[in-house]
T-cell receptor, first 115, second 112 residues
Framework: EAGVAQSPRYKIIEKRQSVAFWCNPI?????LYWYQQILGQGPKLLIQ????????DSQLPKDRFSAERLKGVDSTLKIQPAKLEDSAVYLC?????????????FGPGTRLTVT | GENVEQHPSTLSVQEGDSAVIKCTYS??????FPWYKQELGKGPQLIID?????GEKKDQRIAVTLNKTAKHFSLHITETQPEDSAVYFC???????????FGTGTKLQVIP
């Protein structure tokens, strides 16, 4: 079974530039999550999709972050414009509906450095 | 909202010794507690979980205990091996809710 795919793996940009991350979840997983993991901290949920609908985006900085999941499969997360404090690893995860946390599979992440 | 605290932040043990990581949570409604292992350059991987109707769960060298009254839960790794070296995260959530709150992580180093 293929895992959660993410690209790019690494990205370096200057502040005020834009960046986009891509995620392809495990086939058949209806729920998709984007997490932000700052160095030395646990992952923090940014947004959760159920199919192509948003379930929770309460911690997404909507003035600069946006995400979409067209057709309920792949997803993109965009930051525009980036700030220094956005430097982090952005993790995508997917799961089947049901028990919270269980069956949640994470991708390898995209490490973003904002200079 | 839920708040999960995790201790210690770093832990070094000799190969073959046991390692214990402790977490506390704040939301008494939380009833599902997964543990994740994150190796360098990889995403977190679920290694074991426990529900609030169970006090202890074991899977080979890994065990989790839960004290719901005190809102404490712990991860125990016995007979540690170098490949156990990683960052471990505890987490808490409610069954039926997909939102999971993570602890701050424990960097475990197993010294050969």
């Amino acid at each position: 079974e293929a895992g959660v795919a993410q690209s790019p793996r690494y990205k370096i940009i200057e502040k005020r530039q834009s960046v986009a991350f891509w995620c392809n979840p495990i086939s058949g997983h209806a729920t998709l999550y984007w997490y932000q993991q700052i160095l030395g901290q646990g992952p923090k949920l940014l947004i959760q999709f159920q199919n192509n609908g948003v379930v929770d985006d309460s911690q997404l900085p909507k003035d600069r972050f946006s995400a979409e999941r067209l057709k309920g499969v792949d997803s993109t997360l965009k930051i525009q414009p980036a700030k220094l404090e956005d430097s982090a690893v952005y993790l995508c995860a997917s799961s089947s509906p049901g028990l919270a946390g269980a069956g949640k599979y994470f991708g390898p992440g995209t490490r973003l450095t904002v200079t | 909202g839920e708040n999960v605290e995790q201790h210690p932040s770093t832990l070094s043990v000799q190969e073959g010794d046991s390692a214990v990581i402790k977490c506390t949570y704040s939301d008494s409604a939380s009833n599902y507690f997964p543990w994740y292992k994150q190796e360098l350059g990889k995403g977190p991987q679920l290694i074991i979980d426990i529900r609030s109707n169970v006090g202890e769960k074991k899977d080979q060298r890994i065990a989790v205990t839960l004290n719901k009254t005190a809102k404490h839960f712990s991860l125990h790794i016995t007979e540690t091996q170098p490949e156990d070296s990683a960052v471990y995260f505890c987490a808490a959530s409610r069954v039926g809710y997909q939102k999971v709150t993570f602890g701050t992580g424990t960097k475990l180093q197993v010294i050969p």
